[in-house]
């Protein structure tokens, strides 16, 4: 009776001290981590052309390919700007041609015209040959200022955080909407320094959002290069500012770990922000970081 109460003993001791090893290799040396988000490149759209906001061609949240309307502004000073440059390049066309004419003549009745006026004709040829060319790239910007009235998405993706409605007025440079790059879709997880070397660059994947069931399926495409040194500041040219405090508890560094995605199940939605864990298959069997 001793015997199997011994044995049961150490039967429970044995699974409890497996299932602490399993733990520690789990969340301390196997690269896994909670701390994993859905992320995508945002693209700001900004108007390149101040002016009111005549049709809004979108919706908050739609899909949209490149290249499609989005806004268009009113075009109706910028038609009026490319109709005068493009009168100013006819007048001082015709004025150039004159001015050739006079030339071509001056210049065959040198017996006749003084050097000095032959010289002065050739000077008013070549500004207002100047002129004209200056004249056509005030006309190809102010064509450029009424194409730029319509306002065209510069990625596909998908259109967020919009609320512009017609009459709103747009000033240059501001952005007037969102967009999110969905081909940029991926995932980032963020692992701590102590589990990088055994992450590389092509180990699969496997990604668990919170809340939802079904894997996705990735691969390791990079490694940050730097983190943000929050011991030290200082601008360029000056010297270091260096936290004079030093805890001597160290709590390891997180390193965001980049995820290109192969497969989404079909019942899957990526939303950017969502948070998931990022467990990576690697290749190195754990050896160390065992506390026996």
């Not at 290799?25 to 701390?35: A, C, H, I, K, N």
């Not at 150039?96 to 032959?118: G, K, Y």
Request: charged share 20%; glycine share 6%; proline share 4%.
């Amino acid at each position: 009776m001793r015997m199997v109460r011994t044995l049961c003993t150490a039967s429970a001791i044995a699974a409890l001290l497996f299932a602490v090893r399993a733990l520690w290799l789990r969340y301390q040396v196997e690269p896994v981590t909670r701390d994993g988000k859905v992320v995508a490149d945002v693209v700001p759209v900004a108007t390149d052309v101040a002016g009111l906001i005549t049709q809004v061609c979108v919706h908050d949240n739609q899909v949209v390919q490149k290249g499609q309307v989005l806004l268009v502004i009113d075009p109706s000073r910028y038609t009026l700007a490319l109709q005068q440059a493009q009168a100013d390049v006819g007048n001082l066309r015709a004025a150039l041609a004159q001015a050739i004419r006079e030339d071509r003549r001056n210049r065959s009745m040198t017996n006749v015209v003084a050097s000095e006026a032959i010289e002065q004709g050739q000077t008013k040829v070549e500004q207002l040959r100047m002129a004209v060319a200056q004249a056509i790239a005030a006309r190809d910007l102010a064509q450029l200022n009424l194409d730029r009235t319509v306002i065209r998405a510069p990625v596909s993706g998908q259109v967020a955080n919009m609320t512009l409605q017609p009459g709103i007025y747009l000033t240059v440079g501001k952005s007037a909407l969102a967009l999110v790059d969905t081909p940029s879709m991926r995932v980032e997880g963020y692992f701590e320094e102590t589990k990088l070397q055994r992450i590389h660059i092509g180990d699969p994947v496997s990604v668990h959002l919170m809340g939802v069931s079904g894997e996705i399926r990735g691969c390791v495409e990079s490694i940050a290069s730097a983190i943000e040194d929050r011991e030290r500041t200082g601008d360029i040219a000056k010297l270091a500012d260096v936290n004079p405090a030093f805890t001597w508890v160290r709590l390891a560094q997180r390193i965001p770990v980049r995820v290109a995605i192969d497969s989404v199940p079909s019942d899957i939605r990526l939303v950017p922000g969502q948070t998931a864990t990022v467990v990576v298959h690697s290749s190195s069997a754990p050896k160390d970081g065992l506390p026996w």
